[in-house]
């Protein structure tokens, strides 16, 4: 009986093709074939085992895994491994081509410890892939497989165990199992972003290098003991491996932050040094620069395979650039799947920077949320990318709980070709001017989610070609409208700003540049996704003159061309 182990991830379950008792020591230079052929969809993620008990000082760095995989097209893709604890070290990959596949794992220090062959049929598909920048329209998203992926994301406070509906019935933080919240959240939330501490948890993020004991109470206090940044929290790392399982069989999509920084708000302490510090930690010739790579290769090497973005840094404000850009040139080396890779506070002229992120806290009421949407999406589109931003919420003063604003939100950022991503804090409500300074945050509740459903529902079928194009008529004192189209169908929003509470009604007619030719047009409410209005309509001209149903907060049409 050998060692090895192939360990395969499909849906929600993890299979494991075992090809022998797992604590044996294998023959150190012995070459194995796994006996048995297995089929992996593409997209799926699978690991395949290495074994040693041979007497390590420190696994994360004195033995080295890695596998090469060769393709049905003969490509060759080098995949380094990871230290998965107790003896064991895995080589994580996810093949996205049909076919015959062959791979070459091997686990060294100065010898061989372990090596394993094996083959696999690649056939049908798990999901769409990986989400990248469309190559149709430079400022949307699509999976690998070309289908669009319009986001609506969240992070919330805990990773492991996220807030949920709150507060419990004693008025407390309530939190809930990752399966429930996902079976809640599906369908209306498809990108999760989470952050990585190093030696801190400060801004929730999950401590992979383990933060020590404080000298004493309080989050500002320093540690009681140095922080080891050359070892990782196995138990927390196999916990947020589960996570993404599920996360990535309900259609997930991630964005990991590899270092919780939030060096514009002071100089926070962790594993590599200052936020402030630049040359001992965010320096290029920093000494402990071999660490920090080792870090990332680590990340890339166990999560490559669950994330689809790398954000560098969360609320960075003091990192150089030639130190940013050769953290992304580490990640690029080691990432096998080229994933996207960026940062935040935006760097929008970096070159090695491939999206802009930012983020967004707002004092305003709904009724001028979607105005200062619109302008900050021309801002930061004007250099040319793909806009997320990666968090958004409500500023102290106003409450968290404000589902109206969401929805107009993320109905504004869409049709501005620019994506949202609320900062969740959902497991109690915040009253407003409850919070004097500081931020409110996002509650992301029943009602939320179904209209991010509505929205989600609206776009599904939308082509990635569609540009913003005119709209609107001779009277501006009321309402704000945009429009998309690509000539076959036109999307329409219209949102009612003047007056929450009162009917808006007008018989003047309305243009949209549609182009000459005969349309159908289907208007629905964004707050439940009910039809509201379906009328035919055609012009001889560029423009389609149309009438606005009466509507109190928001509108939405589609307009499909049904004859020249």
Known sequence: MDGSIVHIVAAAMVLALVCGCVHQQPAPARARTS????VIPRYDVMDVSLFSRASLGNPFWDASAKASFSSPSGKNIEVEGFYYGDGEWRVRFVPREEGQWTYRATLMTGKMLDEKRGQFICRGSAGH???????????????????????????TCSFLKPDFDGPDEAGKWRSTTTENWLSEFTGAVNLVRTQFGQGTTDGCAVPLIPAPPRAQAGAASKPAEPIAPDRYDLDLARKVDEKYRLHRAAGI???????????????????????????????????????????????????GAFVDVWELYNEDTWSPDDYLAHLASVIRKADPYGHVVTTNLARPKAAWNDI?????????????????????????????????????????????????????????????????????????????????????????????????????????????????????????????????????????????????????????????????????????????????AAVEASTPSQYLEIRIPTLKVDLAARIDRIGP
């Open 35 to 38: 006996p048995a052929e297995a």
């Open 129 to 155: 892939g990986f989400i990248r920048v469309s190559k149709v329209n430079p400022y949307r998203w699509e999976y690998e497989d070309g289908t669009p992926f319009y986001p609506i994301g969240i992070q």
């Open 253 to 303: 999509s991630q964005i990991l932050i590899c270092f919780q920084d939030m060096s514009l708000f002071g100089e926070p302490m962790h594993a590599f040094g200052g936020g402030h510090d630049l040359k001992q930690n965010k320096s290029v010739t920093a000494a402990n620069m071999p660490l920090q790579e080792k870090y990332l290769r680590y990340l890339v090497a166990r999560y």
């Open 356 to 532: 802009i992120t930012w983020h967004e806290y707002m004092g305003m009421p709904a009724e001028q949320v979607d105005a200062h949407l619109a302008g900050q999406a021309a801002l930061w589109k004007s250099y040319g990318k793909l806009v997320q931003n990666t968090e958004f919420g409500n500023q102290g003063g106003l409450s968290n709980v404000d589902p109206v604003k969401w929805r107009i939100a993320v109905w504004t950022s869409y049709m501005n070709e620019c994506h949202l991503l609320f900062w969740g804090m959902s497991g109690r409500k915040v009253e407003a001017g409850a919070i004097k300074s500081g931020n409110a945050n996002a509650y992301i509740g029943p009602d939320s989610r179904q209209h991010f459903r509505v929205l989600n529902n609206f776009t599904k079928d939308m082509p990635l070609d569609m540009r913003p194009v005119f709209s609107g008529f001779t009277r501006h004192n009321a309402i704000r409208h945009w429009a998309l189209s690509n000539g076959k169908v036109t999307a329409l929003y219209i949102h009612h700003f003047a007056d929450h509470e009162k009917e808006y009604a007008s018989d003047l007619p309305f243009w949209v540049d549609t182009g000459p030719g005969a349309f159908r047009i289907r208007w629905i409410s964004p707050e439940n996704g009910e039809e509201v």
